[in-house]
Nanobody
C-alpha cells in the first residue's frame, strides 16, 4: 500500500520561496508518475508538476504553464522523497498542495488529478501580497 506524507508548507510573502517535501513509501511498480497538485478554496484540484520514471529509470518532468520557470519538481530516490521547489511565489499560488502517485501510463492526462489514485493529506501554502 502506497503512503504519501507531505510537509514544508507555510506562509510567505509574494516573491518568496518554499520547498515542499513528500515522503513516499510502499510503491513497487517499475514505471510511474509522482506529482504535485493544488486546490484553492472553491476551485478544482489542478496539476502543478509531475515527474515520470520509466522502467529503465529515465525521468521526464512536466509542468503546468502557470508555474513554468518558477517551480521545480525533483526526486531523491535514496530518501524516497519527492520535492517541489517554489520560487517567485504569487498570491494566486495560495492553495492546499498535495502529492500523488500513479503507476500507469497517463500520456496527455499526466497533470489531470482524477487520473491519480494515491494521495497524501496535503500541506497548506499561503502567499500574501
Amino acid at each position: 500500500q502506497v503512503q504519501l506524507v507531505e510537509s514544508g508548507g507555510g506562509s510567505v510573502q509574494a516573491g518568496g520561496s518554499l520547498r515542499l517535501s513528500c515522503a513516499i513509501s510502499g510503491y513497487t511498480y517499475s514505471y510511474y508518475y509522482m506529482g504535485w497538485f493544488r486546490q484553492a478554496p472553491g476551485k478544482e484540484r489542478e496539476g502543478v508538476a509531475t515527474i515520470y520514471t520509466s522502467s529503465t529509470g529515465f525521468r521526464t518532468t512536466y509542468y503546468a504553464d502557470s508555474v513554468k520557470g518558477r517551480f521545480t519538481i525533483s526526486r531523491d530516490t535514496a530518501k524516497n522523497t519527492l520535492y517541489l521547489q517554489m520560487n517567485s511565489l504569487k498570491p494566486e499560488d495560495t492553495a492546499m498542495y498535495y502529492c500523488a502517485y500513479e503507476p500507469r501510463a497517463l500520456g496527455s492526462d499526466r497533470l489531470v488529478a482524477s487520473k491519480y489514485s494515491n494521495w497524501g493529506q496535503g500541506t497548506q501554502v499561503t502567499v500574501s501580497s
